[in-house]
């Protein structure tokens, strides 16, 4: 299996400009979770899904980030208009739900730059 | 609610010293335990895993023991190598379908 696919692998833009975040996450996998990591605040839940279904989205920062899964092999995180204060890197994770271990398997995660 | 807590860092280690990270969790159900390393640039992937108290997890020389009774997970290493230099997370989860829930990670730098 390829494991958990993110792109872009690296993001820079300018302050105000819209910003879409992918993921593909392993077959079969049926929870997906969006992270955010940075030095100051480590890493932080944004949102997750299980079975396409949005289930918390309290971390979300505000409005200006939203994300959607459409399908069980793809979902978006799009923060319109970006800050800078949004440069992070963007980690998606999923793992098969009812599974007794529960792991999480990580992407490589987007490195977001806002200028 | 759930969480874990453990060892604050940076860890500086020399080359086949012995590590040690603790961690400790509270949770409400009954946990499975996680440690996860993030090597630079990279994203997380599990190190080791245990399910039910008394079980070992074990990889790539890293061991911990699930310790029910002082609810703790550490993790150790009897000889550690340049390439273990790394952020190092302990994580629980109580359930299928919800996310993990993370420490804030430990970071350990080993040199030469």
């Known amino acids: 299996d390829a494991g958990v696919i993110q792109s872009p692998r690296h993001e820079v833009t300018e302050m105000g400009q819209e910003v879409t975040l992918r993921c593909k996450p392993i077959s079969g996998h049926n929870s997906l979770f969006w992270y955010r990591q940075t030095m100051m605040r480590g890493l932080e839940l944004l949102i997750y899904f299980n079975n396409n279904v949005p289930i918390d989205d309290s971390g979300m920062p505000e409005d200006r980030f939203s994300a959607k899964m459409p399908n069980a092999s793809f979902s978006t995180l799009k923060i319109q208009p970006s800050e800078p204060r949004d440069s992070a890197v963007y980690f998606c994770?999923?793992?098969?739900?009812?599974?007794?271990?529960?792991?999480?398997?990580f992407g490589p995660g987007t490195r977001l730059t806002v200028l | 609610g759930d969480s874990v807590t453990q060892m604050e860092g940076p860890v500086t280690l020399s080359e086949e010293a012995f590590l040690t990270i603790n961690c400790t969790y509270t949770a409400t159900g009954y946990p499975s335990l996680f440690w996860y390393v993030q090597y630079p640039g990279e994203g997380l992937q599990l190190l080791l895993k245990a399910t039910k108290a008394d079980d070992k997890g074990s990889n790539k020389g890293f061991e911990a023991t699930y310790r029910k009774e002082t609810t703790s997970f550490h993790l150790e290493k009897g000889s550690v190598q340049v390439s273990d230099s790394a952020v190092y997370f302990c994580?629980?989860?109580?359930?299928?379908?919800?996310?993990?829930?993370f420490g804030k990670g430990t970071r350990l730098s080993v040199i030469a």
């Open positions: 994580a629980l989860s109580v359930s299928g379908n919800t996310p993990l829930v």
């Open positions: 994770a999923s793992s098969l739900g009812d599974s007794p271990y529960n792991e999480q398997f």
